[in-house]
Structures are given as structure tokens and as C-alpha cells.
């Protein structure tokens, strides 16, 4: 994709833009295509990657798929009938975002390789200035759409940084490096792990799996579409529509078990156990691989694939906890040594701790990570957040799903925050931020609703929950009725000043 806009040289004077989106994933690539089709073009989106896609640009590692099925795993307004397969590959899915971002002309708005530094709130001027890579900009709106999994997050292990072989995260991929054969280590069995898992141990001269929690694992109803449904999802009137609703409906089905009555993910858990039973011949492994916690307490994993590549010969689950990395071993806390050649880390991500939040100052000089720190992570639908004017916040606070599409949450926030850009420009609005007490009302009915959940009450530890055990990252309903908040900006909510009111 080309750099198109370079028109920010370090050190030149600020370019000034109405509205300034950070991050060009689903979220951020949605609001820029929402934007243009409002008629607004004063825009800019600063994408620290050199292209579109966000999540799904970075995460190359080998086996890298969606647990949600495309048809429903894709934008409402751009649908894509010529998916390949139920559960779509990284490549596909990042092709796709490519396309939408080209179809919708929106790439000459977006400065790549730009990575925002920080985004400061000027009062006097009501203005964000926003500094970055390549040069600093003002905006009147920012919209911030960073993604909650973005910036990995590495394990604390003793020597770690010593060690001299091949090492890196599952979400930057070394894709020069050669492990045919090696003996590799992976830390972590979470999502990514146990896509990787398989592939590596298919090419492993000896793989060690490094499990702290041992997590629940289903079977993966994946399958590449035939001639007759691909042609049928081309051509038929309200195919595509029909499967992505079932789709829809079938996923939101669970959220009954998962935010109130776990004695409805029972059928759930029966199948995960006879998936490990099936797949597991040996008892000491089957032991080993059998979660201690709450079925849908983290993320449920899917896969066909992972369990039998546990049960390969070059392969071993170690349980005993890592005490030490030297220049070559992982050494266990049992103090067995295993030298290794290459360590994957798959250790996930910096969600509610994330070093982003130190880079954006709101009104009081206070940066996001300070609010954080006092108060938890809170916001107001998920979009906006108190002592932070003029921002809005895609996959913000309390937005994200362990069972379902989060594009259908991203439109829904993008129909919130384009009609609340509308409600400014219609009534000469200058600067708007949501009340305190109207969010800390929101929250208080939030927590109570996320208090009856499995994710809090699952028995594990998991990224959903915040170092004081606070939930800040789930939607604790089903996804209509966040669909139904956001419908229509409630401006009531908010404070704001006109523009002729204003200081300046
Ligand atoms: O990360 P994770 P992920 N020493 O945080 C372990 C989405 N996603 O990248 O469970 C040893 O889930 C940690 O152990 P524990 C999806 O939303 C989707 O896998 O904390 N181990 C865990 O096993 C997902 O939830 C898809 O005890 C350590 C693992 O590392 C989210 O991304 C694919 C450790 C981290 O798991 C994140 O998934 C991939 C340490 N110090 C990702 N620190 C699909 O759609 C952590 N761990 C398929």
C-alpha cells in the first residue's frame, strides 16, 4: 500500500485536521470509511504500521486464523462473498481488510509508519496536539482505535534477556528464522499458542510446550466451503446474509451461560472433555491438558489440531513452571535443564496495562494511565472517557467479547461516535466530554451485571480482569443490546461549550 500522505515533516509547523483517527485496524479503518461516506473529509489516520489491518497485520505467526467464523467476521457494509473457508486464515483476512480499504478510497487519508507518540489536550485552544514520527498535528476530534491487542506483552523471566538463541513474540514473527529441526520452546498456550503449536511441532526437531493454565479446547467445525456454497453466496439473493445471521444468532446464544447461569455452558464443557478424550489417549497427558477452571472463564479456545500434535514424539508439555532462561536452556522449577535453540513467546498482550495509556493526556494534565491506575479502566459505552474532550474511544472500555464478531461491536461504536461528530457540527459545539456521573452510573450497572459472570467468578486469572480483579475489557450482555446503546448519541450525557463560548 502506498505512503500517501507525507505532507508532516519533524519540526514544521502542526497540521491542523478536524477529526484525527490513531490506528488503522478494523476500527480505525471503519471509522475513516464512515467518515468519507458522511461527506467529511478533513480527516487523517496515523497508522504506526506501513499498512491497513492492525491485529491481523501483525500477527503472521504460522497457523494464524479467526475463531469466528468471516461471514460474520467481516464489515456489515462490505460484505465478502468469496470467503474460502468457514474459519478464514490471517492472509485472507488481512486481504480482505487491504480491499475494503482500497474499495472505499480511503488509503490517501492514512500517514503509515507513523506512530503516535503522545496526544495532548490543550484547553486554551480546546484542541488535541498529537505528536508522532513523523511530525506533530492538532486535531479538534481524536478518535482513538489502538485495538486492546496490540502491544505484546513479554514474560518477567529471570535471564531471559541472556539468552542467545532465536527468541520472539507470536505476535512479530521472525519469519527469517529457520526453526526446521531446531529444538524450539513456546511459552504460553492461549489462542496463539495452540495455532502455532501444530505447525511448529509438524517442523520441530524437539518442541517444548511451556503450560502455566491448562486451557478449555473445542473442536474447530472448520472446513473450506464447496463450489455449491461459494457460488450460492455469490449469486443467491440473501444467502450470505442468512448464514452470517444464523451465524450471529447461534454465537450470541452463549452469552446466557457465559454473564449469568454458567449451568448453561454445561453442554459446552461436555463437549471440550470429550474433545480431550478423543483426542488424548494418555492418562498422564490427558491430566495434564484438563483445565482447573470454569469452562468460558478465559477465551475458549477452538482446534482440531492442537491436542494430537501434544501427543507427537518430538513433542512435551511441561508443567513445572519456568525459573530460569540462560544463554541457551530453559531451566524448569524443578531444576531439570532443557537446552534450546529458538523460544516462542506467546504470552499475549498488555490489555489493561497498556503502555499506550501513558501517551495520552487529558484536561487536568492527568495521562490515561493515571485515571486508569486511580479508578480502573472505565468509560462510558465504551467510547468516550471522563476527563478526556473531544475523544472518542473505539474498542474502549468494556467493549470486548470472549464468544463472538468484534466488528459488530467496532460498527456499533462507529454509528455512536460519527452521530455524536454530526450532534457537534449541528449544534456548534466546541468541546464535549461525558459527564462523571453519568459514566460512574454506567460502570456501577456494568460491575454489577459482570459480578454474576464466569469471567469473574470462573476461578482463573485471565487479561479480562484488571491487577485489582475488576473486569474492564467485557460487554456483559448480548451484543444487540450494546448495538441498542449506541444507536443514537445521548448528548445528555455529556458537558459541553459552544465554540463562540469558548476562551480562545
Ligand atoms: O494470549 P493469552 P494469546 N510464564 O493472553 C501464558 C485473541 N486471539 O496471544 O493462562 C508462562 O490468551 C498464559 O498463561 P496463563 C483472543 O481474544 C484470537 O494467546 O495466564 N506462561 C497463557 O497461556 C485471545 O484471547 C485468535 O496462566 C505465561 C498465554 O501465555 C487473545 O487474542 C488467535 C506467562 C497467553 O495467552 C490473546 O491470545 C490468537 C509467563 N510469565 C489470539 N505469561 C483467534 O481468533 C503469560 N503466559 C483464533
Redesign the pocket.
Do not use: E, H
Given at each position: 500500500l502506498p505512503v500517501t500522505d507525507t505532507a508532516v515533516k519533524p519540526g514544521g509547523t502542526p497540521r491542523h485536521v478536524d477529526t484525527l483517527i490513531i490506528g488503522s485496524g478494523f476500527a480505525g479503518l471503519g471509522a475513516a470509511i464512515k467518515l468519507v461516506q458522511e461527506g467529511k473529509r478533513d480527516f487523517v489516520v496515523l497508522e504506526r504500521g506501513g499498512e491497513v489491518g492492525g491485529?491481523w497485520r501483525d500477527?503472521t505467526y504460522p497457523g494464524?486464523?479467526?475463531?469466528?467464523p468471516s461471514h460474520l467476521y467481516s464489515y456489515s457494509f462490505a460484505l465478502n462473498p468469496n470467503w474460502t473457508r468457514s474459519?478464514s486464515k490471517q492472509p485472507e483476512i488481512q486481504n480482505y481488510i487491504s480491499s475494503v480499504a482500497r474499495k472505499y478510497n480511503v488509503l490517501d487519508k492514512h500517514v503509515f509508519n507513523c506512530d503516535v507518540q503522545e496526544a495532548r489536550w490543550n484547553e486554551v485552544n480546546a484542541r488535541w496536539e498529537v505528536q508522532t514520527s513523523q511530525g506533530a498535528f492538532t486535531a479538534k476530534i481524536v478518535i482513538s482505535a489502538v485495538g486492546a491487542?496490540c502491544e505484546p506483552?513479554l514474560?518477567?523471566?529471570k535471564g531471559i534477556d541472556g539468552f542467545e538463541g532465536e527468541i520472539f513474540h507470536?505476535?512479530r514473527w521472525n519469519h527469517d528464522a529457520d526453526l526446521t529441526g531446531k529444538r524450539i520452546a513456546v511459552?504460553?498456550?492461549?489462542?496463539?499458542?495452540?495455532?502455532i503449536v501444530p505447525q511448529l511441532a509438524a517442523k520441530a526437531g524437539r518442541l517444548d510446550v511451556?503450560?502455566?493454565?491448562a486451557?478449555w479446547v473445542l473442536p474447530r467445525a472448520d472446513r473450506e466451503y464447496t463450489t455449491l456454497e461459494k457460488l450460492a453466496f455469490k449469486y443467491v439473493p440473501g444467502f450470505q446474509k442468512l448464514s452470517r445471521t444464523g451465524i450471529y444468532w447461534m454465537r450470541e446464544t452463549q452469552v446466557v451461560g457465559l454473564a449469568k447461569a454458567p449451568i448453561f455452558m454445561k453442554p459446552l464443557q461436555f463437549a471440550a472433555e470429550r474433545h480431550l478424550r478423543m483426542q488424548i489417549k494418555d492418562r498422564d497427558l490427558r491430566k495434564k491438558v484438563t483445565p482447573n477452571f470454569q469452562i468460558g472463564c478465559?477465551?475458549m479456545?477452538?482446534s482440531n489440531n492442537y491436542y494430537p500434535a501434544l501427543t507427537q514424539p518430538n513433542v512435551d508439555l511441561v508443567t513445572d513452571?519456568?525459573a530460569e532462561v540462560t544463554a541457551n536452556c530453559i531451566v524448569d522449577r524443578n531444576g531439570a535443564t532443557r537446552e534450546v535453540d529458538a523460544i516462542v513467546?506467546?504470552?499475549?498482550?498488555h490489555?489493561t496495562d497498556s503502555p499506550t495509556f501513558a501517551g495520552i493526556i487529558g484536561k487536568d494534565g492527568r495521562s490515561a494511565a493515571e485515571v486508569f491506575e486511580a479508578s480502573g479502566q472505565q468509560g462510558y459505552k465504551g467510547s468516550a472517557i471522563a476527563n478526556f474532550p473531544n475523544m472518542f474511544f473505539l474498542v474502549g472500555p468494556n467493549t470486548?467479547l470472549?464468544h463472538t464478531s468484534m466488528v459488530f461491536m467496532i460498527e456499533s461504536q462507529l454509528n455512536y461516535v460519527i452521530d455524536a461528530i454530526n450532534t457537534i457540527e449541528r449544534n456548534g459545539i466546541g468541546t464535549i466530554e461525558v459527564r462523571q456521573d453519568a459514566q460512574d452510573v454506567y460502570n456501577k450497572d456494568l460491575q454489577d451485571k459482570l459480578a454474576q459472570s464466569v469471567w469473574n467468578n470462573g476461578g482463573?486469572?485471565?487479561?479480562y480482569l484488571d491487577k485489582h480483579g475488576n473486569n474492564t475489557t467485557l460487554w456483559p450482555g448480548f451484543t444487540f443490546q450494546f448495538r441498542n446503546a449506541t444507536k443514537k448519541f445521548d448528548l445528555a450525557a455529556y458537558r459541553s461549550v459552544a465554540t463562540r463560548d469558548l476562551p480562545g
Open positions: 491485529t500477527n494464524a486464523a479467526c475463531d469466528v474459519f491487542l506483552s514474560p518477567d523471566i507470536s505476535a511459552i504460553g498456550t492461549g489462542a496463539s499458542a495452540i495455532q511451556y503450560q502455566r493454565t486451557p478465559k477465551r479456545l477452538i513452571g519456568i513467546v506467546a504470552t499475549g498482550f490489555v470486548g470472549g482463573c486469572a485471565s487479561w
